[in-house]
């Protein structure tokens, strides 16, 4: 049973920094390709970063530069952190694999930027 559970989100001032964490289980974690997604109120959800399995990684062009996704295999665990935050990036962050998302999303983290 796939459970992926977020967390490390909090309100934090435009600027400001936040380190999120998915720790996975249930897949073969060191060889799947995983992404963070958000959410904000009314909106879709948006992908905003994704790493393969050998650590290669993307991002989508509104958080580039200032996100960084990473793993840690031994872990089963995918992180971001987040610098130079502004209000926009406030959301739900939630991880996932990036095509063929497992149906078990998890619960999120909120991250709530103030200007």
């Known amino acids: 049973q796939v459970q992926l559970v977020e967390s490390g989100g909090g309100l934090v001032q435009a600027g400001g920094s936040l380190r999120l964490s998915c720790a996975a289980s249930?897949?073969?974690?060191?060889?799947?390709?995983m992404s963070w997604y958000r959410q904000a109120p009314g909106k879709q959800r948006e992908l905003v970063a994704t790493?393969?399995?050998?650590?290669?990684?993307d991002y989508a062009d509104s958080v580039k530069g200032r996100f960084t996704i990473s793993r840690d295999n031994a872990k089963n665990t995918v992180y971001l952190q987040m610098n130079s935050l502004k209000p926009e990036d406030t959301a739900v962050y939630y991880c996932?694999?990036?095509?063929?998302?497992?149906?078990?999303w998890g619960q999120g983290t909120q991250v709530t930027v103030s200007s």
């Open positions: 790493i393969i399995g050998g650590g290669s990684t």
């Open positions: 996932n694999r990036p095509f063929r998302a497992f149906p078990s």
């Open positions: 249930g897949i073969r974690f060191s060889s799947t390709t």
